[in-house]
């Protein structure tokens, strides 16, 4: 079990920044720690990405450079457009808890919630 845990250790990371996420998600009211939970998700995730596309002693896949196995560039690819899209995705919901803090003063769920109901 701790051999595969030394040599795995990057999946390990994975869960925990998973967790880590998930938590900042669920725990918390506040609505930016969500926010912050959900980034720290999407690295999770993205590290989950990077590591299962690495191959052990592969080259680009340029031709003419070397006969050896090549890594496939796809998950890099992807990855790269996701942290476009999470950046982006990231920038419009700070965009949208400032609207609510003006509207509501508070970044609270369940007050604003509670502000909700009873108007």
């Given amino acids: 079990m701790i051999d595969l845990l030394v040599t795995h250790y990057n999946y390990l990371a994975v869960v925990v920044l998973v967790g880590i996420g998930l938590y900042g998600i669920t725990g918390s009211p506040n609505l930016v720690k ?17 590591t299962s596309g690495y191959v052990e002693g ?6 003419g450079r070397s006969p050896g196995p090549y890594a ?12 476009v899209v999470g ?5 419009v919901a700070l965009a949208l808890v400032v609207r609510i803090y ?4 508070t970044l609270d769920e369940d007050a604003i ?6 108007d």
């Fill in 34 to 50: 969500k926010i912050i939970g959900l980034n720290v998700f999407q690295v999770g995730i993205f590290l989950f990405f990077v």
């Fill in 58 to 63: 592969a080259a680009p896949p340029l031709l």
């Fill in 113 to 118: 919630e509670e502000v909700r109901t009873r």
């Fill in 72 to 83: 496939s560039p796809l998950p890099h690819v992807l990855i790269l457009t996701a942290i």
């Fill in 102 to 105: 003006e509207a509501y003063g």
């Fill in 87 to 91: 950046v982006s995705l990231t920038a």
